[in-house]
T-cell receptor, first 115, second 113 residues
Framework: DTEVTQTPKHLVMGMTNKKSLKCEQHMGHRAMYWYKQKAKKPPELMFVYSYEKLSINESVPSRFSPECPNSSLLNLHLHALQPEDSALYLC??????????????FGDGTRLSIL | QQQVKQSPQSLIVQKGGISIINCAYENTAFDYFPWYQQFPGKGPALLIAIRPDVSEKKEGRFTISFNKSAKQFSLHIMDSQPGDSATYFCAASTPLGGSRLTFGEGTQLTVNP
């Protein structure tokens, strides 16, 4: 079992729906990340939170809205998604972002399908 | 400059053999090189990582070899087992990158019994 927990594991939604993905870690990490992964491709960084503040947004469309309510929780709010947004959404955490050699620990992801 | 090139794309090895996956980079600011293992339906799991001040790091059957002058690093899996069948990603990051990982394209490893 991973130490980064993501819910739900699977999500099917229509293009007009609003849903949220949730991520939780209890390792005392202060950096949290959202990635998108398409089949047979590496993860692509979407957002980075450091000490609950958004530090990196990789030009992600506004239909994806991240939120970090506290140091253990990370949400990704979804609205008006497109079929090409179907992918595995991964959450990760690390001790911090100030040094490059802080290993990132990934959850098992939410498999999202847009109808 | 930010790319990490990984090869081969796929690899088939017999049980007990050695699996070798190679990565090359251009950005000399990279100072951390992790390898991730991903099984179907699971997230990537950190396997082993190296910093450029050492040329080799070994953890069990997994070894990273690092060649700073050639800007290359590789993963060796000794005594490969069917349970090692997974996708492997090399990655790299810089101290100014905010922990942004640059991933290779991945290698799908199959170990036949």
């Amino acid at each position: 079992d991973t130490e980064v927990t993501q819910t739900p594991k699977h999500l099917v939604m229509g293009m007009t729906n609003k849903k949220s993905l949730k991520c939780e870690q209890h390792m005392g990490h202060r950096a949290m990340y959202w990635y998108k992964q398409k089949a047979k491709k590496p993860p692509e960084l979407m957002f980075v939170y450091s000490y609950e503040k958004l530090s990196i947004n990789e030009s992600v469309p506004s239909r994806f809205s991240p939120e970090c309510p506290n140091s253990s929780l990370l949400n990704l709010h979804l609205h008006a998604l497109q079929p090409e947004d179907s992918a595995l959404y991964l959450c990760a955490s690390s001790l911090g972002v100030l040094q490059s050699y802080q290993p990132q620990h990934f959850g098992d992801g939410t498999r999202l399908s847009i109808l | 400059q930010q790319q990490v090139k990984q090869s081969p794309q796929s690899l088939i090895v017999q049980k007990g053999g050695i699996s070798i996956i190679n990565c090359a980079y251009e950005n000399t600011a990279f100072d951390y090189f992790p390898w991730y293992q991903q099984f179907p339906g699971k997230g990537p799991a950190l396997l082993i990582a190296i910093r450029p001040d050492v040329s080799e790091k070994k953890e069990g059957r997994f070894t990273i070899s690092f060649n700073k002058s050639a800007k290359q690093f590789s993963l060796h899996i000794m005594d490969s087992q069917p349970g090692d069948s997974a996708t492997y990603f090399c990655a790299a990051s810089t101290p100014l990158g905010g922990s942004r990982l640059t991933f290779g394209e991945g290698t799908q490893l199959t170990v036949n019994p």
